[in-house]
């Protein structure tokens, strides 16, 4: 499998294609990494070197790799974090290129906009275009809960609205939704859920809660459960793996004290988790 991975890199830490690329990889995934920003760590650390890139470097990339003749051999596209609406347009002009080459190629788009307690921490403009252009277009997406209520326009507080509001994003276009981080009404203290849909049904899978915050985990559990959902055609199946991996990951974060995601240190995780979890039809 080929994946086009377009998001932001950093030199140290794993955040961004430094998260998503090597868990895929480790699963025997070909991914071909297209690079947003260049910066020396993330941004949560208050300073940082290097420099973000426009949207006709991305676009002069992508020509490259349909110079070489190669787009009709991947099998799909994975976004993240989108610094500006110039790469936006690079990206979204990078799925049409892909799928006029391969029609059965998938687009994964990972909606960041912001967090609950945090609100909106991208440029302006950028929430409406994950709303109106980046969203639509996808085959699957994997909002947090705050990204959820946005883009769905709804308050969610309990299971019931969060499925209603992904029903409402399913209407937008993508076929298969994962809710990360959601916390409702219905989610005991010491846990946390995340929630999958696709033409099947509603799936939750409910982890322990762990007491860290960490950059890089969004970007990697989209990655993983886009590349499961695509080996399996199955949303619950991507969200049993993914999840499992993802927690186990944390879990080896946490032990460690570590600032930075073990992706590199845990990475057995990604293969064969240390923890399973039961999927739940909802």
């Given at each position: 499998m080929n994946i086009l991975s377009i998001q932001s890199w950093v030199t140290y830490g794993h955040v961004g294609n430094a998260s998503a690329v090597f868990p895929m990889q480790r699963l025997g995934c070909e991914v071909w990494?297209?690079?947003?920003?260049?910066?020396?760590?993330?941004?949560?650390?208050?300073?940082?070197?290097?420099?973000?890139?426009?949207?006709?470097?991305?676009?002069?990339?992508?020509?490259?790799?349909?110079?070489?003749?190669?787009?009709?051999?991947?099998?799909?596209?994975?976004?993240?974090?989108?610094?500006?609406?110039?790469?936006?347009?690079?990206?979204?002009?990078?799925?049409?290129?892909?799928?006029?080459?391969?029609?059965?190629?998938?687009?994964?788009?990972?909606?960041?906009?912001?967090?609950?307690?945090?609100?909106?921490?991208?440029?302006?403009?950028?929430?409406?275009?994950?709303?109106?252009?980046?969203?639509?277009?996808?085959?699957?997406?994997?909002?947090?809960?705050?990204?959820?209520?946005?883009?769905?326009?709804?308050?969610?507080?309990?299971?019931?609205?969060?499925?209603?509001?992904?029903?409402?994003?399913?209407?937008?276009?993508?076929?298969?939704?994962?809710?990360?981080?959601?916390?409702?009404?219905?989610?005991?203290?010491?846990?946390?859920?995340?929630?999958?849909?696709?033409?099947?049904g509603f799936y939750r899978l409910r982890t322990p809660r762990l007491g860290l915050s960490i950059n890089g985990a969004g970007d990697a559990i989209a990655a993983l459960f886009n590349l499961h959902w695509k080996r399996f055609g199955s949303a619950a199946q991507a969200l049993d793996l993914a999840g499992a991996s993802v927690y186990g990951l944390l879990k080896r974060t946490e032990e460690a004290g570590s600032r930075e995601i073990l992706t590199v240190g845990a990475q057995d995780e990604f293969v064969t988790p240390s923890w399973r979890f039961p999927v739940e039809k909802v």
């Open positions: 990494a297209i690079h947003t920003v260049q910066f020396s760590n993330h941004t949560g650390y208050g300073a940082w070197k290097g420099r973000v890139y426009d949207g006709t470097m991305v676009d002069e990339l992508v020509e490259g790799l349909a110079d070489r003749g190669v787009l009709g051999r991947c099998d799909g596209v994975l976004s993240g974090y989108m610094g500006s609406s110039d790469i936006g347009n690079a990206i979204m002009a990078a799925v049409d290129k892909v799928r006029t080459a391969n029609p059965a190629a998938t687009y994964c788009c990972d909606p960041v906009i912001g967090d609950v307690g945090r609100g909106i921490f991208v440029r302006p403009g950028i929430p409406e275009f994950m709303r109106d252009k980046a969203v639509p277009a996808a085959d699957v997406i994997t909002p947090n809960r705050f990204e959820l209520e946005y883009l769905s326009g709804q308050a969610i507080r309990t299971l019931g609205d969060a499925k209603s509001a992904v029903s409402a994003l399913h209407a937008l276009g993508p076929k298969v939704v994962l809710v990360t981080s959601l916390d409702v009404q219905e989610t005991p203290d010491d846990a946390i859920d995340l929630l999958a849909s696709d033409a099947t």
